[in-house]
C-alpha cells in the first residue's frame, strides 16, 4: 500500500492556481519533515518547498513567492498550494517525507499557453 497518494493536478492555464494535496496511509504528517518535488519529463527531480516537523518552511527559486507548503494536521494532510502557474510548472508533483523516506506516485499538472 503506497504510504502517500497526492491529488488535486490537473490542466490549468496560465496565470491560474492549483492546489495539490498529499494523504498519508499508516503515518503522520506531523512526526516528519515534508517536502514537495516536481519532475518535468527526463529533467532531474527538483525540490520545490519543504516543511520541517518544527513548522519551518523553505522554499526554492522555482517556488518562492508563487507556491506555499502546509500541513492540515487534524487531517493529516499536507498541500502545496500554486498560484500565478506557467508553462514551465508542467511536470509530475511529488509529495515525500523523510526520514525513512517516504514517496508518493506523483500527480500530473498540466500549464497550458
Known amino acids: 500500500q503506497e504510504k502517500l497518494v497526492e491529488s488535486g493536478g490537473g490542466l490549468v492555464h496560465a496565470g491560474g492556481s492549483l492546489t495539490l494535496s498529499c494523504a498519508a496511509n499508516?503515518?503522520?504528517?506531523?512526526?516528519?519533515?515534508r517536502a514537495w518535488f516536481r519532475q518535468a519529463g527526463n529533467k532531474p527531480r527538483e525540490l520545490l518547498a519543504k516543511?520541517?516537523?518544527?513548522?519551518?518552511?523553505t522554499y526554492t527559486d522555482s517556488a518562492r513567492g508563487r507556491f506555499t507548503i502546509s500541513t492540515d494536521s487534524a487531517k493529516n494532510m499536507v498541500y502545496l498550494e500554486m498560484n500565478n502557474l506557467e508553462p514551465e510548472d508542467s511536470a509530475t508533483y511529488y509529495c515525500n517525507v523523510w526520514f525513512p523516506n517516504f514517496w508518493g506516485q506523483g500527480t500530473q499538472v498540466v500549464v497550458s499557453s
Open positions: 516543511m520541517f516537523v518544527s513548522g519551518g518552511t
Open positions: 499508516g503515518i503522520l504528517f506531523k512526526d516528519y519533515n
